[in-house]
């Protein structure tokens, strides 16, 4: 047997380059991949688009009818589209009511404050805001400031028997008090801590059930409960843990944050915006529990109306 000749590398290295690879998966798999998909998509329109304008050319007054029935369905469906869309509102507003508007001023303006355009002018009228007068600042009353003013001026009356004090002189520092501690109890003077404690207070009077329970009808009692009932349980003061008055609270806590994140530098204000987010998530929360419970009461109902709540407070996932 002759001797085997060395090969040289050069060869070796060319043989090597040379040798067949074998297939990868990713090469079988796009090889089994059907070559004419695309042609037959386009074929098809095509087709559609030949049977059209035979049809145009054959019967051109059905064609005109058929076009004129597609747009009037196309025009009612964008028509539905934007009515579920303004239904399904906003998650942080919902739908902006008169009540919630209130909010801003502590319930204290008589009319809303209406969006202008670059120039300064209004973009529409302002409306009437539901007011709550009897509401001053520091945890206050009108009735109880006015009560404390007369009580004072009394200790303060001088005596008839005395000479030397001067009636005028008194009815003018009345005068003055009075002035001074109206500017002081005003909440159009108070800061955005003291309307935060007044719309609690509002909240609690108008959803509360200490006065709802008087003012909105009850659902009708269950047919196996006869005429003696068990006597209701007197409440022992205003309701300030109802889940509508929580929720109420919640709401205006969220406007006024939501407001001043939509400012001018709101964007970098990250803290405040994971604030927003524990807000409208434990609304939510709020809301749920609420519509398993009362779904379909006065309530509810009322609730739902006086905030401007839709589905998208508390149904799907809130993005902000």
Avoid at 204 to 215: L, S, Y
Avoid at 292 to 306: A, D, I, P, V, Y
């Amino acid at each position: 047997m002759p001797p085997r000749l060395p090969v040289p590398q050069g060869l070796r290295t060319l043989s090597l380059c040379l040798r067949p690879t074998p297939p990868s998966t990713t090469t079988t798999a796009l090889s089994h991949l059907p070559l004419i998909q695309t042609a037959n998509v386009s074929q098809k329109t095509k087709d559609k688009r030949k049977e059209m304008k035979r049809r145009m050319k054959q019967d051109p007054y059905g064609w005109a009818q058929t076009q004129q029935r597609k747009n009037a369905n196309l025009r009612r469906r964008a028509e539905l589209e934007a009515e579920r869309k303004e239904a399904w509102g906003s998650p942080i507003h919902g739908i902006t009511t008169p009540f919630v508007e209130s909010f801003d001023s502590g319930g204290q303006a008589p009319l809303s404050t209406p969006p202008v355009d670059g120039d300064g002018n209004l973009l529409s009228p302002p409306h009437e805001l539901p007011t709550s007068h009897h509401i001053a600042n520091y945890l206050l009353s009108k009735d109880e400031v006015k009560q404390a003013i007369e009580q004072s001026k009394q200790l303060t009356k001088p005596l008839d028997e005395d000479p030397h004090t001067d009636i005028k002189k008194h009815e003018e520092n009345a005068k003055k008090a009075l002035i001074a501690l109206q500017r002081i109890t005003d909440l159009n003077n108070g800061s955005a801590k003291d309307r935060k404690h007044a719309n609690k207070r509002r909240c609690i009077e108008t959803f509360g059930r200490h006065v709802t329970d008087a003012t909105l009808p009850h659902a009708a009692p269950h047919p196996s409960i006869g005429d003696e009932q068990k006597p209701k349980p007197i409440r022992a003061g205003p309701d300030t843990g109802s889940s509508e008055v929580q929720i109420a609270i919640l709401t205006s806590k969220i406007r006024a944050l939501a407001l001043a994140l939509e400012g001018h530098k709101g964007y970098k204000d990250k803290n405040n915006k994971r604030s927003l987010r524990l807000l409208l998530h434990k609304r939510q929360r709020l809301l749920k529990y609420m519509e398993k419970k009362e779904r379909g009461s006065e309530r509810w109902q009322f609730m739902l109306k006086t905030l401007g709540i839709t589905p998208a407070c508390w149904k799907n996932q809130i993005e902000v």
